[in-house]
T-cell receptor, first 117, second 113 residues
Framework: DTGVSQDPRHKITKRGQNVTFRCDPISEHNRLYWYRQTLGQGPEFLTYFQNEAQLEKSRLLSDRFSAERPKGSFSTLEIQRTEQGDSAMYLC???????????????FGPGTRLLVL | DAKTTQPTSMDCAEGRAANLPCNHSTISGNEYVYWYRQIHSQGPQYIIHGLKNNETNEMASLIITEDRKSSTLILPHATLRDTAVYYCIVRGFYGGSQGNLIFGKGTKLSVKP
């Protein structure tokens, strides 16, 4: 079990450019979540997938943001026409709805830190 | 908004037990209490969760009051590496829209030598 991985770990871009982040969940986890964390705040939910279906989006996910999980395994989060306000840590988490014992525990990756200049 | 209230910060001496409180007076019957921590610049790390019984694992113990309105996370022998922000989160069982984690500001625990 290698845990949740995210790539890249750091990204610096200029305002107006597009960026794409990738998340590889724990193997066989059917749920995948994206969160955003700005400095001094706790993570905030953006969206989540169950298998390949995107089941919920937060109001934080503007039209410039799109997320996919085409084969129910890895996921990508794209931000188009980046703005300085998009600067944040983007976190991915995965979970399984098929574990016993109650609750559905999300395991987080290390995050991708985005800086928009 | 987060459904929990935690102290902003706490200090603990290295080697002593760290007891982190959390109030969740509006918790409902099917909601779990989860604890995560976040060490600077890393992703949140799962610690433990419980419904109504006390729980223990290799990292910590979770004590939930009988009325479930508050809980305490116990790190039995704190080390410098336990310095982090600790988040107490109340979350529904069924996941999805009831299950995405809602983080508050957490408690900044500083373990001092």
């Amino acid at each position: 079990d290698t845990g949740v991985s995210q790539d890249p770990r750091h990204k610096i871009t200029k305002r107006g450019q597009n960026v794409t982040f990738r998340c590889d969940p724990i193997s066989e986890h059917n749920r995948l979540y994206w969160y955003r964390q700005t400095l001094g705040q706790g993570p905030e939910f953006l969206t989540y997938f169950q298998n390949e279906a995107q089941l919920e989006k937060s109001r934080l996910l503007s039209d410039r943001f799109s997320a996919e999980r085409p084969k129910g395994s890895f996921s990508t989060l794209e931000i188009q026409r980046t703005e300085q306000g998009d600067s944040a840590m983007y976190l991915c988490a995965s979970s399984s709805t098929m574990t016993s014992g109650g609750g559905e525990t999300q395991y987080f990756g290390p995050g991708t830190r985005l800086l928009v200049l | 908004d987060a459904k929990t209230t935690q102290p902003t910060s706490m200090d603990c001496a290295e080697g002593r037990a760290a007891n982190l409180p959390c109030n969740h007076s509006t918790i409902s019957g099917n909601e779990y209490v989860y604890w995560y921590r976040q060490i600077h610049s890393q992703g949140p790390q799962y610690i433990i969760h419980g419904l109504k019984n006390n729980e223990t694992n290799e990292m910590a113990s979770l004590i939930i009051t009988e009325d479930r309105k508050s809980s305490t996370l116990i790190l039995p022998h704190a080390t410098l590496r336990d310095t982090a922000v600790y988040y107490c989160i109340v979350r529904g069982f069924y996941g999805g829209s009831q299950g995405n984690l809602i983080f508050g500001k957490g408690t900044k625990l500083s373990v001092k030598p």
